[in-house]
Each structure stands twice: as structure tokens, then as C-alpha cells.
Nanobody
């Protein structure tokens, strides 16, 4: 079992930055691929970024590539999402998720554990 708790969301102006954190508990965290997803009102949950269990590999959606950076610190059981050059379209609830897989899945159905989400609002 892995429990996930996100933090760091808030209100920011367009062009600004935020850093989201996802604190994990559970013995299997270090063997899980981790992902960040987001869901805006009326839209489906979409993949944003993912990182392999070791942190050596990362992948991003086209919408955020170059602006967002995912990382993890396995010693602290924490995953981060550094968000720069934020746009109004980035407004959504952001979710952290863990997948018991070697690869980094993009399909939310492949993730086994989810956090409760944190709201990010970007004002234009």
C-alpha cells in the first residue's frame, strides 16, 4: 500500500511559478513509477509528467514540456512538480499517482494509488 498526499497548490498569476509536493508513505514507494495528472472542470483527467522509480527517466505531455519538471527524492519519499511559466490553461486540480511498474505509464488506469489532489489556479 502507498498513501499519497499532495501540497503546494494555490493561486498564482500567469507567468509565475509553483512547486507541488507529493509525500508518500508505504514500503513500496521506492519501486513505483510516479506520475502527476491534472483535471480541469468538465475535462478528463490528463497525464502531465512521470518519473521512473529511480528518477533516471522522466516524460512529459506536450502541453507542459519545457515548463514543468518532475523529480523525486526517494530518501524523503517525496515527488515534486516544479511549475514555471504558468498559463491560465494550467488551472486544474493536480493529482499525484503511483504505479507498480518499471515503465512510466500515461494512462491513469495503469496507476494503483492516488492522492486527494491540490488545486492550482492561474489568473490571466
Amino acid at each position: 500500500q502507498v498513501q499519497l498526499v499532495e501540497s503546494g497548490g494555490g493561486l498564482v498569476q500567469a507567468g509565475g511559478s509553483l512547486r507541488l509536493s507529493c509525500a508518500a508513505s508505504g514500503r513500496t514507494f521506492n519501486s513505483c513509477a510516479m506520475g502527476w495528472f491534472r483535471q480541469a472542470p468538465g475535462k478528463e483527467r490528463e497525464f502531465v509528467a512521470g518519473v521512473s522509480w529511480s528518477g533516471a527517466r522522466t516524460t512529459y505531455s506536450d502541453a507542459v514540456n519545457g515548463r514543468l519538471t518532475i523529480s523525486r527524492d526517494n530518501a524523503k519519499n517525496t515527488v515534486y512538480l516544479q511549475m514555471n511559466s504558468l498559463k491560465a490553461d494550467d488551472t486544474a486540480v493536480y493529482y499525484c499517482a503511483a504505479a507498480r511498474m518499471v515503465n512510466i505509464p500515461r494512462n491513469p488506469m495503469d496507476y494503483d494509488y492516488w492522492g486527494q489532489g491540490t488545486q492550482v489556479t492561474v489568473s490571466s
